[in-house]
């Protein structure tokens, strides 16, 4: 996941399915959003169609969104975000600062090693970057009975978050590389649980890269291994959004 970044055919896979990841994909947690929530000015980087940023927007922040695909930083304008398109990396902030940074489930697409180091210039005094990432983890049917139908298209490894242990080292990774740049960092998690229907699960598994890149034959090859694990039944679903939380 350390090179993701590398990988802009993936990065930019998203465009062609825009309005469907608008629809499906998670929001962040309310409990969440409204701990991190504070400040005047936001800046939402890898916003994808506007989903964090409207949230944000709709907590009283003024959020300029940052999106490297064009589709997708459209559809957040058209939702009446103010979406620049740009890499991070590459994006000219025009002396603009932020009193919060925030990555919703996009922090591995961009080069860390660049990142981090601009921060400092970009938070005003007191400011934070909040790394934040939703998980949607199956138990009826189990999530691993799914994993294994999947294991024969994709590698499930890397297109999932793993176990809850390599979870934990990736964040201690993270928190020490933030901290080493002279930030205070802080962890929080908020859970709910939910059901979908099938056809909506389905739906927005065909939202991660992992999936949607795939051949279209293999696609619909694992398409149908999945629907025929969870057969008749809604998907049930342990839900979580998981921020880390750097203070300048």
């Known amino acids: 996941m350390a090179e993701l970044h590398e990988d802009r ?48 927007r709709d907590r009283g922040l003024d959020v300029l969104a940052v999106e490297p695909d064009g589709a997708m930083a459209a559809l957040a304008r058209a939702s009446g975000v103010p979406a620049e398109v740009a890499t991070f990396e590459e994006w000219d902030a025009r ?44 138990t009826s049917p189990p999530n691993e009975e799914l994993r294994v139908a999947s294991s024969d298209y994709v590698n499930v490894e890397a297109a999932g978050a793993g176990t809850l242990e390599d979870l934990m080292v990736r964040m201690a990774a993270l928190q020490k590389r933030f901290e080493d740049a002279g930030f205070a960092v802080t962890e929080r998690e908020d859970t709910w649980t939910e059901t979908q229907s099938k056809q909506r699960w389905l739906d927005l598994a065909f939202t991660y890269s992992s999936h949607s890149t795939l051949p279209d034959d293999r696609r619909s090859a694992l398409r149908t291994a999945l629907a025929e694990v969870i057969g008749d039944r809604d998907v049930e679903l342990a839900a979580s959004t998981t921020a880390l939380i750097a203070t300048r």
């Not at 947690?29 to 980087?45: E, H, Q």
């Not at 489930?105 to 981090?116: E, T, Y």
């Open 95 to 138: 002396g603009r600062t932020f009193d919060l940074i925030t990555f919703g489930q996009s922090f591995h697409w961009v080069d860390a090693d660049r990142a981090i180091p601009r921060f400092a210039e970009l938070l005003n005094p007191g400011g934070r970057v909040v790394l934040l990432w939703n998980k949607l983890r199956p």
């Open 9 to 56: 055919g993936r990065a930019l896979s998203f465009g062609a399915l825009a309005e469907d990841y608008d629809r499906l994909r998670p929001r962040y947690s309310d409990a969440t959003l409204d701990a991190i929530a504070t400040g005047r000015s936001a800046l939402d980087v890898g916003a994808g169609t506007g989903i964090l940023a409207r949230q944000l």
